[in-house]
């Protein structure tokens, strides 16, 4: 016997109508969006993380920038001021500033294990260390080279204590961004040793 829903009460039509227009989502469509939403997801996470980078590399820039800044201040006051040499190589140097000054003697060092560059204030007698200041961190190259009133390189020679009247600092700082070596910041600056009687070398 063949029935019609023309013999069905109007509110049981009403409820058969509404059930096949809401329905469920197939397997299929299911499985169609959350492809969707794992490629929308995974193209802002890597939008972000390269923002994220930038960002951060900014930020170490600047604060090599700032650090390197100072510690140059400090070297060049140091070494404008220095009266004698008492080391002098392509990692560290050390300087006796004049009695105005307080005489203090004052030690520059590249650490290469550390890859750091520090100040050291000694007493006057050069023996008591009175304080230490890092002032670069994180330096993957560092040189100083001494030249004389010739602006010949006397970094190697034996005489380069007496001879030496101005020292050049090349270094390359390199910080770290998300565990990868992209932040270079470098550094390249002579200064003149003003209060310094040197040498003259025979030509």
Known sequence: ??????????????????????RGFTLVEIMVTVILLSLVMA??????????????????????SVS???ALEYFSRDIHAAQSLV?????EVALVLPDDAGGFTIRYKYDPAK?????????IDGTT???TDVLFKDVEIFKMVFYNRLNVDVTSEA?????????????????????????????????????RSSVTPSV
């Open 1 to 22: 016997m063949i029935t019609s829903n023309r013999n069905l009460h109007p509110q049981a039509l009403e409820k058969a109508s509404i059930q096949d227009r809401v």
């Open 43 to 64: 193209s802002l996470i890597s939008t972000f993380l390269v923002f994220n980078k930038g960002m951060a590399g900014l930020g170490n820039y600047t604060s090599m």
């Open 68 to 70: 390197s800044r100072g």
């Open 87 to 91: 080391t002098a190589n392509g990692n």
């Open 115 to 123: 890859h750091e560059f520090t100040r050291q204030k000694y007493d």
């Open 129 to 131: 260390l009175l304080s």
């Open 159 to 195: 005489s380069v204590l007496t001879e030496a009247k101005t020292v050049q600092i090349n270094a390359k700082l390199v910080k770290k961004v998300i565990n990868q070596d992209n932040t270079d910041y470098i550094i390249s600056a002579r200064f003149l040793m003003r209060n």
